[in-house]
């Protein structure tokens, strides 16, 4: 099958966008994602899919822990930022949460520690186990057909 037709279908999916960081070696690292799914409520666990061209792969597999920022309709620099497409004039503001870096004004902050990976194809399922959570009024920064939107209410 041909890789363009599958990413055309699965950006038909819309998803809200996150930036994942973690913290290893006493370097910050954060990464823009969309794979990103809650999974079960007892425990409370959560799912991420890393690439394994990715940087973040060897973060997450040394530090055991990561945490996922759910960005802001008013983030959406800092999603392009985390995904490659450098703003050097852009100020990214970490916040600690049980010594893991967050990034501020998210509409989530979710710690895990890495319960569980599985590889699977190209890429890594980390399933987390949430220790502390953040939550912060706001509108989403949302993801369709390779571009950035909003939610439109009405
Ligand atoms: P790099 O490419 O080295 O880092 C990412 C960027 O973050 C770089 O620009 C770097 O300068 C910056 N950065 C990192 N740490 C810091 C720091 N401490 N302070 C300031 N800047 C920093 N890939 C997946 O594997 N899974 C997904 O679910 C996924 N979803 C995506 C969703 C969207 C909407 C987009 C646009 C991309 C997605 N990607 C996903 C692709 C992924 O974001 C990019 O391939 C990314 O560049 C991979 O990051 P990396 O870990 O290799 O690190
Ligand atoms: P796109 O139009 O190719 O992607 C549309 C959708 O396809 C994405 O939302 C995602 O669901 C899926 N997808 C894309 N690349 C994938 C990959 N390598 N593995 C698994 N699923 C993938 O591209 P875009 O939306 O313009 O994305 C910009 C860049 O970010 C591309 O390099 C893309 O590969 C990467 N990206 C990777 C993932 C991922 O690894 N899960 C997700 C989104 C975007």
Do not use: W
């Amino acid at each position: 099958m041909d890789d363009r037709l599958f990413r055309n279908a699965m950006g038909k999916f819309a998803t809200g966008v996150t930036v994942i960081t973690t913290e290893a070696d006493d370097v910050v690292h954060g990464m823009t994602a969309n794979a990103f799914m809650s999974v079960s409520l007892d425990p409370k666990l959560v799912v991420i899919s890393i690439s394994h061209k990715a940087r973040m792969l060897e973060k997450i597999t040394t530090s055991k822990r990561f945490v996922v920022n759910i960005l802001s309709d008013e983030q959406k620099d800092l999603s392009m930022h985390f995904a490659g497409q450098v703003r050097e004039d852009l100020i990214v503001n970490f916040e600690t949460i049980n010594n893991m870096p967050t990034i501020k004004d998210s509409l989530a902050n979710i710690v895990c520690n890495v319960k569980t990976s599985y590889i699977e194809g190209d890429h890594t399922l980390f399933i987390g186990e949430v220790t502390d959570l953040v939550i912060n009024d706001g509108e989403p920064l949302t993801y369709f057909e390779g571009k950035y939107g909003k939610v439109v209410n009405g």
